[in-house]
């Protein structure tokens, strides 16, 4: 399974573009690159999925280089309630475990 | 449409006592994995149950174990508890298997041991 690697906290303000980086240097020919939010008390929740290239839904945007080997996710004009920890991870879609990383601690400020 | 429920939300047990941990899965999910989150950590991965089989491990000793019925839902046991397994548990569940696709997390059973 390819690790991760991540910024451990980030500070914004409200309304500013948030741009997450990971790196998965020995990413694997079928790993698909995956984000998680998670608020304090509760489970992560979805983000965004990609394989290559970008992915855009309507929370936010997922930017894939060519040799895969870093993800950079985007979420625009963020607000306070954006405040939590983002996690990448790298894995195949039927693959056994999600391995999580410490993730990036994100703070938007007013 | 539930999502993943899982029960109880919180539990206090002694050190030596033995946990019961419940999950329902979203509703079309037969794919159950359970995580263990201390403090300021990543979840880590325990096990997964698929077709009422332990499919897949993670590093944790044989005191976890698990159990999945045929209704999906699925119990998380700890035996002999440890200080150290104070922790928020979390269950996820997928379609057919597919656990990378897209994974629902309930909100966990926060569990203090003294």
């Known amino acids: 399974l390819a690790k991760t690697t991540q910024p451990i906290s980030m500070d914004s303000y409200e309304g500013q573009e948030v741009n997450i980086t990971c790196s998965h240097n020995?990413?694997?020919?079928?790993?698909?690159i995956t984000w998680y939010q998670q608020f304090p008390s509760q489970g992560p929740r979805f983000i965004i999925q990609?394989?290559?290239t970008k992915v855009t839904n309507e929370v936010a945007s997922l930017f894939i280089p060519a040799d895969r080997k870093s993800s950079t996710l985007s979420l625009p004009r963020v607000s306070l309630s954006d405040t939590a920890v983002y996690y990448c991870?790298?894995?195949?879609?039927?693959?056994?475990?999600?391995?999580f990383g410490q993730g990036t601690e994100l703070s938007v400020k007013p | 449409d539930a999502g993943v429920t899982q029960s109880p939300t919180h539990l206090i047990k002694t050190r030596g006592q033995q946990v019961t941990l419940r999950c329902s899965p979203k509703?079309?999910?037969?794919?159950v994995s359970w995580y263990q989150q201390a403090l300021g950590q990543g979840p880590q991965f325990i096990f997964q149950?698929?077709?009422?089989?332990?499919?897949q491990r993670g590093n944790f000793p044989d005191r976890f174990s698990g159990h999945q019925f045929p209704n999906y839902s699925s119990e998380l046991n700890v035996n002999a508890l440890l200080l150290g397994d104070s922790a928020l548990y979390l269950c996820?569940?997928?379609?057919?298997?597919?656990?990378?696709?897209?994974?629902?997390f309930g909100s966990g059973t926060q569990l203090s041991v003294l």
């Open positions: 996820a569940s997928s379609p057919q298997g597919r656990t990378n696709e897209k994974l629902f």
């Open positions: 149950y698929y077709e009422e089989e332990e499919r």
């Open positions: 991870l790298v894995g195949d879609l039927e693959g056994g475990k999600l391995i």
């Open positions: 990609g394989y290559k």
């Open positions: 509703s079309g999910h037969d794919t």
């Open positions: 020995n990413i694997a020919t079928n790993d698909y």
